[in-house]
């Protein structure tokens, strides 16, 4: 398949992780706006989250982490890598393994986390600020294995915390594609070094009506994590799927600034975004 060229004639590669309970289908609906503004998508599936090949595979960081780290070598060009919901911790060791490979990095409602901290912790963490908030996300809607050690997501939940902005049938589709997820793929916590992974530029895709991730939590990351340039949008956990033109329109001044700056041999620090834009 011949690869789609940027304006300098060169493939702009962007490798996209998904998130918990989901697959490489989760980009199906932005992969065509993608590759028609001259980005070459490579949607992953990772090990042990029940797709083939590797579906049965072990899951955890590292093998998370190996198997996109393979991917990203194999592609002979800086890439940009960006990571959906759970899918932000492995971009994260991504960059920490190949620096040198990685353009930048996005969280796309991602768990932008800081080394050593678990998306749980996170939530105690805000949860301590202010006690009143319901942060729970898509727990109350997870069912449990009788052995404890994998989650499936009821359907309802997904529908109401997921894709509760999606066109109807697009939602229900989507729902009904989710695998049991094990829990040593949701357990996660990254290690990190300024060497490494602080060398790599950041954009947080926040989205403020997002039911999983939740708004304040998305911020605090944010705040933990200094650094990355905010694209906002006015949608829920899926902007994909709910929102994909807008997405691409808000996105791709950023993913181009990335991908040109390094190329130019400009650091994290030196990067200039374009004025980071909202919904």
């Known amino acids: 398949m011949a690869e789609k060229m940027g304006e300098k004639g060169k493939a702009r590669h962007i490798v996209l992780i998904h998130g918990a309970w989901q ?30 090949p590797q579906g049965r595979q ?38 920490q393994a190949l620096p040198d490979r990685v353009a930048g990095l996005v969280y796309l409602a991602g768990m932008m986390l800081p080394t050593g ?19 729970a996300g898509i727990t109350p809607w997870l069912v449990h294995d009788a052995a404890q050690d994998t989650t499936t997501v009821r359907p309802e939940g997904a529908l109401r915390c997921f ?8 939602a229900a589709h989507a729902a009904a594609l989710l695998r049991p997820q094990p829990e040593s793929g949701r357990a996660m916590r990254n290690q990190l070094s300024a060497q490494h992974f602080g060398r790599v530029p950041r ?17 605090r990351m944010q705040q933990l994590s200094p650094g990355a340039a905010c694209v906002s949008m006015d949608c829920g956990h899926v902007p994909q799927l709910a929102q994909p033109a807008l997405l691409t329109a808000l996105l791709l001044p950023h993913l181009d600034a990335l991908l040109d700056s390094h190329s130019a041999g400009e650091d994290a620090a030196s990067l200039s975004f374009p004025s980071t834009l909202t919904s």
Do not use: K
């Open 58 to 95: 072990e899951a955890s960081l590292a093998s998370y982490t190996a198997h996109v780290a393979a991917l990203v070598e194999r592609i002979a060009a800086p890439v940009i890598v960006l990571g959906h919901s759970g899918g932000g911790i492995t971009a994260s060791q991504v960059a």
């Open 23 to 52: 697959g490489a289908w989760a980009f199906a609906a932005w992969l065509p706006l993608l590759r028609a503004s001259g980005w070459q998508p490579h949607a992953v599936d990772l090990p042990g989250n029940g797709w083939p």
């Open 163 to 170: 894709l509760h902005d999606c066109e109807p049938a697009a």
């Open 203 to 219: 954009v947080y895709v926040e989205c403020r009506d997002d039911r999983s991730v939740l708004l304040p939590l998305q911020r």
């Open 117 to 135: 901290m678990s998306f749980i912790d996170l939530v105690a963490d805000v949860q301590a600020g202010a006690p009143e908030a319901d942060l």
